[in-house]
């Protein structure tokens, strides 16, 4: 199977990511100021880039753990159906939790994480996007911080990728198919 060839478009900038993400942990800090250790769990594979840059700026004692859900493959739609690939290593009862995801698109990734931790007690669970697409929502989920709210475009770089490519841009980029 040959790939169509595509060209990406910067959307959002590196240097624009890092302002926006300086703001966001500011705000997180004054959410779990005075926790003991905020457990910070990042979904895998696409928010790794986003969830390193975001810990180095909170200002806060931090555990970082990992949950891999998949509902994309190698494609450009959701299959709707979450299969948790990874689980967390350490238990979340009684903690705060703070979930960071690459992308909220149609939902059904996010409401399916959030229904499995929230099954777990946190003390308070709380999830930040670095994207989110509400025009592309199909579940009743929100993320309560967002870095930047995007139009119905298939995006890669910093982290997200398509079919295991560009996740290494340090911009958002635009998708576009040249054939």
Known sequence: MTERPYVVDEMISAKAI???IESLAREIGQEFAGTDKLVVVGLLRGSFVFIADLVRELELPVEVDFLEASSYGDGMES????????DLRSGIEGRDVLVVEDIIDTGF????????????N??????IALLDKPSRREVGIKADWTGFEIPDEFVVGYG???????RNLPYIGKVRFTD
Not at 122 to 127: A, E, G, N
Not at 160 to 166: G, H, K, L, S, V
């Open 79 to 86: 299959s709707r159906e979450v299969r948790i690939l990874k």
């Open 122 to 127: 946190p003390r308070k669970l709380k999830v």
């Open 18 to 20: 890092a302002a926006r």
């Open 160 to 166: 997200i990728d398509f079919a295991q490519r560009n």
């Open 109 to 120: 990734t996010m409401r399916h994480v959030v229904h499995l931790l929230k099954a777990r």
